[in-house]
């Protein structure tokens, strides 16, 4: 099965700093990788699918790149709502597989 | 799209849960649902998946034998149960909605229900 790994484990920022999220892959993806947020006590929503679509009503502030094993989730201001826990998740083969997240904490 | 699950169920260990997932706002036949679990204070685990229309399924490795996803397509409602409980199967267990509908391609999930709490406990 296909290894996602994302660093750092705990990015500690303000608001209205940019975040750079990172994910690499233990083989090649291409570019189905999804971006998922999760805040406390809720179920994950879909920010960005296939490395840089944002999904429907997600801000514009939040950005997916990459191709291949290297992925960046960007989210280039940070708003008090976007403190929360990060997951990639591959689509390329089965089994889907998600990496252990990144958790965007208040500095 | 609205996805609604049963509620949080405690279970001793070697007994069965069965989860529910209420789907609306959409044709349930026409996209796969996913079944995902988490543990508390850990990552997401995928376990599978049925297709509401034909009622295939499919199952990740680690519960091959232990999972059953079934499906009622006159209460548009999905079904997880899972066999044998031991304590490392208390998690939220969400359903999520496959996007991707072409058969047997690999998804991203984009609507999920609000996860139900299975607590494995002597």
């Known amino acids: 099965e296909i290894v996602l790994t994302q660093s750092p484990a705990t990015l500690s920022l303000s608001p209205g700093e940019r975040a750079t999220l990172s994910c690499r892959a233990s083989?090649?993806?291409?570019?189905?990788l999804a971006w998922y947020q999760q805040r406390p006590g809720q179920a994950p929503r879909l920010l960005i699918y296939d490395a840089s679509n944002r999904a429907t009503g997600i801000p514009a502030r939040f950005s997916g790149s990459g191709s291949g094993t290297d992925f960046t989730l960007t989210i280039s201001s940070l708003e008090p709502e976007d403190f929360a826990v990060y997951y990639c998740q591959q689509r390329n083969i089965w089994p889907l597989t998600f990496g252990g997240g990144t958790k965007v904490e208040i500095k | 799209v609205q996805l609604v699950q049963s509620g949080a169920d405690v279970k001793k260990p070697g007994a069965s849960v069965k989860v529910s997932c209420k789907a609306s706002?959409?044709?349930?036949?026409?996209?796969?649902l996913h079944w995902v679990r988490q543990a508390p204070g850990q990552g997401l685990e995928w376990m599978g998946w049925?297709?509401?229309?034909?009622?295939?399924?499919y199952y990740g490795q680690n519960f091959h034998g232990r999972v059953s996803m079934t499906r009622d397509t006159s209460i548009s409602t999905a079904y997880m149960e899972l066999n044998s409980l031991i304590s490392d199967d208390t998690a939220v267990y969400f359903c999520?909605?496959?996007?991707?509908?072409?058969?047997?391609?690999?998804?991203?999930?984009?609507?999920w229900g609000q996860g139900s709490l299975v607590t494995v406990s002597s």
């Open positions: 706002g959409y044709t349930f036949t026409g996209y796969n």
């Open positions: 083989q090649s993806v291409s570019d189905y």
């Open positions: 999520a909605r496959g996007s991707v509908t072409r058969y047997f391609e690999p998804t991203h999930f984009d609507y």
């Open positions: 049925v297709n509401p229309n034909s009622g295939d399924t």
